[in-house]
């Protein structure tokens, strides 16, 4: 079992850069895919960013350019480094593993309880 909690998140403004954090317990960590999703209000979660094993990432196209995300295997965190924010990325981030690479919600088995990030324009 994997426990994971994220931090980080704040109000901002517009053009500014967070940084995301999702520290994880668990020995496997490092053996597991890791994604960042997000929510906004009334709408359904959708997938940012997800890093495999090895460190190979892959994006949404909304995000791709303006965020990074990396991981320390030794520290079981992974990071979601956000720039050139826009307040459509307004949402409660959440991070969340797998044993799989996938860009769906329903192929992540653990799950972080999010934390928000309000962008103002």
């Known amino acids: 079992q994997v426990q994971l909690v994220e931090s980080g998140g704040g109000l901002v403004q517009a053009g500014d850069s967070l940084r995301l954090s999702c520290a994880a317990s668990?020995?496997?960590?490092?053996?597991?895919?890791v994604g960042w999703f997000r929510q906004a209000p009334g709408k359904e979660r959708e997938f940012v960013a997800t890093i495999s094993r090895s460190g190979v990432t892959y994006y949404a196209a909304s995000v791709k350019g303006r965020f990074t995300i990396f991981r320390d295997n030794v520290k079981s965190t992974v990071y979601l480094h956000m720039n050139t924010l826009k307040p459509e990325d307004t949402a409660i981030y959440s991070c969340a593993v797998s044993s799989m690479a996938g860009t769906r919600a329903d192929q992540y088995g653990y799950w972080g309880q999010g934390t928000q990030v309000t962008v103002s324009s």
């Open positions: 668990g020995r496997t960590f490092s053996t597991y895919f």
